[in-house]
């Protein structure tokens, strides 16, 4: 069993700068890859970001490269989202997720995640 608590969202004008955190317990941290989500109101969840079990591995989505980027702490296990330049469009509630049962390759399909934090709001005015 995981536990999964995120942390950090709020709101914040266009162009501006956010870093979620998501605090494991559970199981051994740095023996899972790590994703971030997002969903807004009326849309699918969609993948964020993943990070490998050591963190030297990531795998951003195109909508977020560049601006997002995402890290690990595995002594604090803990992962993060660094957020900046945000748009409108960024507007969701974001979940950290754990790939406990999967080969270690970073995956971007929800389906693959098998525990999910509670989501935390970020929202973007313009």
């Known amino acids: 069993q995981v536990q999964l608590v995120e942390s950090g969202g709020g709101l914040v004008q266009a162009g501006g700068s956010l870093r979620l955190s998501c605090a494991a317990s559970?199981?051994?941290?740095?023996?899972?890859?790590m994703g971030w989500f997002r969903q807004a109101p009326g849309k699918e969840r969609e993948f964020v970001a993943a990070?490998?079990?050591?963190?030297?591995?990531?795998y951003s989505a195109d909508s977020v490269k560049g601006r997002f980027t995402i890290s690990r702490d595995n002594a604090k296990n803990t992962v993060y989202l660094q957020m900046n330049s945000l748009k409108p469009e960024d507007t969701a509630v974001y979940f950290c997720?754990?790939?406990?049962w999967g080969p270690g390759v970073l995956r971007r399909s929800s389906y693959e995640y098998d525990y999910w934090g509670q989501g935390t709001q970020v929202t973007v005015s313009s």
């Open positions: 997720a754990a790939d406990i």
């Open positions: 559970g199981r051994t941290f740095s023996s899972y890859t």
């Open positions: 990070i490998s079990r050591s963190g030297g591995n990531t």
